[in-house]
């Protein structure tokens, strides 16, 4: 049985507005189904029409987030921000597997973080914190494997022998990357408070939708997580 994240209270100091839906798949025994590809593009295009209405208010409000934890979000934004800057340079968003490509839609459609886990390579509960820069963080550089832990203060997603995504939502390590549709799955879309709770709500079924084609026949559970205290 999945038992759902922790958030460490002190989050609140940084973003007292956060709000998050876990979305646990298990994928062990589910059949073989399809990414629609038009999800991507129509999510492409919901960028380039600068949409959806909120999004600049909750891109904003990450940014705020990304300063208070001591982050530049110009340079290392959250990754929704991430996305939908390189579509409005390049006009789309390459494909990388259809679970990413999934999520990326999510992502880009809704101006939402959405993260994606294998949840078989994980070792115990996710758990967003505060780092305090003892931690590791696996991940390539120049085609190396290398370890890049967070600096202290950092807001970081872990587990209970690393982190596996630096600056909130920022980078994913390489030991929990999804990279098959087998198994068990672990996703998250983080919302602050300028994003209103009906879109959060829509952007769940999409990806609970979604996740159904791709793989029918998974188990989903889906939670609402809250910061702690």
């Known amino acids: 049985m999945f038992v759902g994240p922790i958030i460490d209270g002190r989050i609140k100091n940084i973003a007292s507005g ?19 590809p038009r999800l991507l593009g129509e999510a ?15 891109l904003a ?10 982050a530049k979000p110009n340079r290392t934004p959250c990754s929704a921000q991430a996305l939908r800057k390189r579509v409005l340079k390049d006009g789309t968003l390459s494909t990388i597997n259809p679970i990413v490509d999934l999520y990326n839609a999510i992502s880009l459609k809704y101006a939402v973080p959405v993260g994606g886990e294998n949840f078989d390579a994980y070792v115990g509960r996710p758990h967003l914190t505060i780092a305090d820069g003892s931690e590791t963080f696996d991940t390539m550089m120049n085609g190396e494997a290398v370890n890049d832990p967070p600096l202290p203060g950092e807001v970081i997603w872990r587990d209970d022998i690393g982190v596996t995504c630096r600056r909130w939502n920022w980078r994913q390590g390489t030991r929990t990357r999804l990279k098959t549709l087998t198994g068990r799955m672990w996703f998250v879309l983080e919302a602050l408070e300028t994003m209103p709770d009906d879109a959060l709500a829509e952007a769940t079924d999409a990806m609970v939708g979604g996740l159904n084609a791709l793989m029918p026949g998974c188990k989903i559970a889906s939670q609402e997580i809250a910061i702690a205290g």
């Open 44 to 58: 492409c295009d919901c960028a380039l029409a600068d949409g959806p209405a909120w999004a600049e208010a909750h």
């Open 18 to 36: 956060f709000r998050a839906v876990s979305v646990y798949v298990d994928a062990t025994s589910a059949g073989e189904g399809r990414f629609d």
């Open 61 to 70: 409000s990450w940014s705020d987030a990304y300063v208070v934890f001591g």
